[in-house]
């Protein structure tokens, strides 16, 4: 009885706007682990909801994280819309080194150019929050160019940012974050089975 009335209570405080982002967000993360096309519309849904829902948590990194979604998650229609060849889709690609290098040098940079900057607002963990929008904005580049590790950096982020939100009462959010991290574990085995079958038709 106690339990079904702290969800209820629970449930009472959650948001409109956070449950439709949670619904759409989930639905483009699932799309994108099967390798569909569509999930880039739901992604710009939800990444547009966000921007108001960080914005009054004060994670400001995060709120404009959600504008960089916004042009990649377009940038990633078009490129997967686009066919190859004789192919049928857009093909999975191996990071290389070069990208390792760039991708980590950026990272360290724009974690301690943002985190500087946003220590001095009222921000909420300026460094951590810097940290993890710097980890998805290659992510997310990486996802939209369809680079097989997009998913490893999306387990380790949104392992983060289930901790992150549950401290600032988004709920919602860490409970969409942690099945994120799960839909990113089956989209990099997906993406490394077709991977594979690419290597053997080649």
């Known amino acids: ?69 916004i042009s990649m998650n377009i940038y990633g229609w078009y490129n997967w819309s686009r066919k190859q060849g004789t192919k049928r889709k857009t093909p999975v690609l191996m990071i290389n080194r070069r990208e390792i290098i760039w991708s980590l040098l950026a990272i360290v940079v724009f974690t301690v150019l943002l985190g500087s900057v946003l220590k001095y607002t009222t921000a909420s963990f300026p460094y951590l929050d810097s940290f993890c929008t710097a980890c998805s904005l290659v992510a997310q ?38 099945a994120y991290t799960g839909m990113a574990i089956l989209g990099y085995h997906d993406w490394k089975k077709e991977y594979k079958r690419q290597v053997i038709k080649n």
């Open 1 to 69: 009885m106690h339990i079904i009335q702290f969800l209820q209570e629970w449930w009472g405080h959650q948001t409109w706007s956070e449950i439709i982002a949670v619904i759409t967000g989930l639905l483009c993360v699932y799309l994108a682990a099967v390798n569909n096309i569509w999930n880039w519309a739901f992604a710009i849904i939800s990444v547009g909801i966000y921007i108001f829902i960080f914005f009054e948590a004060r994670l400001y990194a995060d709120m404009g994280l959600q504008f960089y979604f």
């Open 141 to 178: 580049l990486f996802l939209a160019r369809k680079i097989l590790q997009n998913w490893l950096i999306w387990i380790f982020v949104d392992i983060i940012y289930i901790g992150v939100y549950t401290y600032k009462n988004l709920h919602l959010t860490a409970i969409m974050y942690a």
